[in-house]
């Protein structure tokens, strides 16, 4: 079958969270299987964390020697686990290509939330990001971000809980939208990994068709645009890219994303050190934003070595552009430096893992 031969990795099996349930319902009765048995293995990979068929003891012993033979249940290897003291850890993994990605799980008191990649690689080339250092590989298949969070799950401390998925990893997931939907429809499905639309977010660039694509979906993901700059003219410096669609374009974009989904927008803006970080630029940003329901996460800079010359903001700085958001009405909050002993800022581990090796 067609289907079976586009998909197959790796030692000629097929991912599992390559298929939907009834994608795997078809393929089983078509090779003589009882159709309940997708349902089994569903909930065996999705509910309860299992890794080899040779688990699944529900399912008899040739059924699982003959599903081991054609699926796989992971096709990422995990190269190396960076742990943090607060119980956020990233996670360097392999795909069956050879290229490597990473993904974070950030812990918070009463949550959890994996940061999935959705490229290898990046094409926006934004200056303070590491991720697109090296220009965009590919990008990453459903069954690939699918698998970073069970990735995440088997490694989860004691007493923690996955409970959020966020799309803010390497790349740009609107530029691969078709996989990226897949990939969030597994993760959301009840016989998936069963999480809420409202816990999973994508963070965007901010390309206006993929906005509009993703409200087309008719489901309250939280979408989160890296805005970065208050004017073209500074966010085509820090993001050439993206800046070739006109804020306006994104603004239009996003109103519309807000308007259909009841849910606010977040807008994410790194603080460089005299870059983006003036009184000028939070008066702007702040006519900006008001016209719908929005809040703005600042973020300081994590610096990477891609670009030693930019400096996060000073804390005073920092303070005094969330005060002046305040303010003018904006709601308003700075993003803790989470996972930054475990280099979680998008690309960085990857980027020292690829220069390791380049070594
Ligand atoms: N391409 C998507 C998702 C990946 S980036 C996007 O642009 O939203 C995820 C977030 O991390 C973005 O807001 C990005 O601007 C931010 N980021 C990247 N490098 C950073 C750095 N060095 N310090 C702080 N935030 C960074």
Redesign the pocket.
């Known amino acids: 079958m067609l289907f079976y031969r586009q998909k197959t990795v790796n030692n000629n099996k097929l991912p599992i969270a390559s298929l939907t349930l009834s994608q795997l319902r078809a393929a089983l009765v078509a090779a003589g299987q009882r159709p309940f048995v997708a349902k089994q293995i569903f909930e065996a990979v999705y509910a309860r964390n299992v890794r080899s068929f040779d688990e699944m003891t529900n399912l008899s012993a040739a059924l699982r020697r003959d599903l081991a033979a054609r699926y796989s249940l992971r096709t990422l290897e995990v190269a190396g686990k960076f742990d943090s003291p607060d119980g956020s850890f990233k996670l360097a993994l392999r795909l069956a290509d050879g290229q490597s990605i990473e993904s974070a799980f950030l812990a918070t008191a009463d949550h959890g939330t994996v940061c999935v990649s959705s490229q290898v690689g990046?094409a926006?080339g934004?200056l303070?990001?590491?991720?697109g250092e090296k220009g965009l590989v590919r990008n990453l298949a459903a069954f690939e971000m699918v698998e970073q969070v069970l990735a995440a799950r088997d490694h989860l401390p004691p007493g923690r809980r996955l409970s959020h998925v966020t799309?803010?990893?390497?790349?740009?997931?609107l530029a691969n939208f078709d996989n990226l939907t897949r990939a969030l429809d597994l993760i959301h499905t009840p016989e998936g990994l069963n999480i809420g639309a409202r816990r999973l977010s994508i963070?965007?660039?901010g390309t206006p068709q993929g906005i509009r694509r993703l409200a087309d979906l008719g489901r309250q993901y939280h979408l989160?645009i890296?805005l970065?700059a208050p004017n073209d003219a500074l966010r085509r410096q820090l993001m050439p890219a993206a800046a070739r669609t006109p804020i306006a374009e994104i603004m239009a974009a996003a109103e519309d994303y807000c308007r259909r989904t009841t849910r606010k927008i977040v807008f994410?803006y790194?603080l460089i050190r005299g870059l983006n970080d003036q009184p000028a630029h939070a008066r702007e940003l702040a006519a900006l934003v008001g016209g719908f329901p929005s809040m703005v996460n600042l973020?300081p800079?994590?610096?990477?070595s891609a670009c030693p010359n930019l400096e996060p903001s000073a804390p005073a700085a920092v303070e005094r552009f969330r005060a002046a958001l305040e303010k003018s009405g904006v709601e308003v909050c700075v993003r803790r430096r989470k996972g930054a002993e475990v280099d979680a800022?998008?690309g960085q581990l990857r980027a020292r893992l690829d220069a390791d090796e380049d070594e």
């Open positions: 990046c926006m934004c303070f990001c590491a991720s799309f803010m990893g390497i790349g740009e997931p963070s965007t660039c989160a890296s970065h994410e790194v973020i800079l994590n610096p990477v800022a998008c």
